[in-house]
């Protein structure tokens, strides 16, 4: 089958014909001709595999065939709701490609950085918007975007909006969008949740599922290196080293520890970047960037901030940690042995993760070859110790919002738990014991 046979509009298809594609994927197969009916779906396939074309395409198709002429501002038509900074500015990228020939204007808004340029741009119009929920709702606040004219709504990677507790912004931006809309809800796995919201959103849809939830590609080589937590970084070095990597990309489970082993690779000199939630958005594009070209060798990522990371031909994917929920396995190795190459993930897995790894097979129903590196067999006397989580991982998990910062009178808490005096107490109290030795 070919794009040709799809119902795509002539400019679409010169398009992506110059992107050098020729034969859709299976999930574009199936779902091109369901969006272009018009019909409401969930679409699920492994990462990689060509899901944001499987509905930008039908979606610039729909919009151009359907273009409401009038005078004033263009409104929004088509609004993409993704999880991540990445995921958003990926999608805007692939839209802004696919319909280059197409008189339809684009934007993409999320956080991190300035919204003033974000506004101007829609305050003069736009036929689609991709954007985060958080910073929607702030130019939603701001009265720089409308919603009510909204034809098409793609949730994009809707279990992981679920996973970082979006769910109620996403009933937000819902409250404000007209009832008659085609709605679209993309992502790599669909748990129960996702089904549960998929029920409550889209009406008769139709359900595509190209490859079975939480399975793997077979493209991707799995290995385990078993090795005791102090001699991770060195194991990774040597990997590095000795097989001449050029390309790779790490997992750790948090913000400190990225940064703490890219600060470590580059001491072993091996150049290295980190990239997570806290790193300002600028940093976060030139790391990606400087990935890309080449620059550096190893980019060392958290899962959220990796959600949405299309990076072309990536060879090599490490979890230095394993993840603590096992569905993360899949997406992580999943970044690699994308659109038909090979691909290679490694997971360094020290004694306190065993049952992690125990989970992840049960979860992929499959036993990930072990192989042992000499030099590097692990020290059998360690005992296992508790798993540092991270700070702000059970609140992902769980889809609750963070407790806000509190205010009122209540005194601050330091460290140790105990309240923190207020500096005008102590400068008081020094007063009185002034007056009394007086």
Not at 51 to 58: M, Q, Y
Not at 341 to 366: Q, T, W
Not at 372 to 399: L, M
Request: charged residues 25%.
């Amino acid at each position: 089958m070919s794009f040709d046979s799809l119902g795509l509009s002539a400019e679409i298809l010169r398009a992506i014909s110059e992107k050098g594609y020729d034969k859709p994927t299976p999930i574009q197969q199936q779902a091109i001709p369901l969006v272009l009916e018009g019909r409401d779906l969930m679409g699920g396939a492994q990462t990689g595999t060509g899901k944001t074309a499987g509905f930008t395409l039908p979606l610039l198709d729909r919009l151009v065939k359907t273009s409401k002429s009038g005078k004033g501002r263009r409104p929004v038509r088509a609004l993409v709701l993704t999880p991540t900074r990445e995921l958003a500015a990926q999608v805007h990228e692939n839209v802004q490609t696919y319909g280059r020939y197409l008189p339809l204007k684009t934007a993409v808004v999320f956080g991190g950085v300035s919204i003033n340029p974000q506004k101007m741009k829609l305050i003069k119009g736009v036929d689609i918007l991709v954007a985060t929920p958080g910073r929607l709702l702030d130019h939603v606040s701001q009265n720089s975007v409308n919603l009510s004219k909204i034809d098409i709504l793609v949730l994009d990677e809707a279990d992981r909006m679920l996973d970082m507790g979006f769910i109620r912004d996403i009933r937000k931006v819902l409250t404000l969008l007209p009832e008659q809309k085609q709605t679209l809800l993309f992502s790599a796995t669909f748990s129960n949740e996702i089904k549960k919201l998929a029920n409550d959103l889209l009406h008769s849809p139709a359900l595509i599922e190209v490859a079975q939830r939480n399975t793997t590609s077979e493209r991707v080589a799995q290995v385990v290196h078993h090795v005791d937590k102090k001699r991770k970084r060195e194991l990774l070095s040597f990997l590095i080293g000795s097989n001449n990597w050029e390309q790779v990309l790490v997992f750790t489970r948090t913000k400190h520890g990225a940064n703490r082993l890219a600060e470590q690779l580059g001491k072993d000199g091996i150049t290295a970047a980190a990239i997570h939630g806290n790193k300002s958005q600028g940093a976060r594009t030139r790391a990606l960037a400087d990935f890309k070209s080449g620059k550096i060798r190893v980019l060392v990522a958290t899962d959220i901030a990796a959600r949405g990371l299309d990076i072309s031909q990536l060879p090599h994917v490490v979890n230095f940690e394993l993840p603590n929920v096992a569905e993360d396995y899949v997406h992580r190795i999943g970044r690699t042995g994308r659109a038909g190459n090979e691909g290679e993930a490694m997971s360094l897995v020290c004694v306190d993760e065993l049952k992690l790894l125990k989970d992840i097979e049960r979860l992929i129903k499959a036993d990930i070859p072990k192989v042992e590196i000499d030099g590097y067999k692990p020290d059998p006397s360690i005992k296992a110790e508790p798993i540092n989580r991270g700070r702000g991982n059970s609140q992902a998990r769980s889809g609750k919002p963070k407790n806000k910062k509190r205010t009122g009178t209540k005194r601050a808490q330091s460290t140790d738990g105990k309240p923190k005096q207020k500096k005008h107490w102590h400068k008081n109290k020094q007063k009185t014991q002034q007056l009394k030795a007086g």
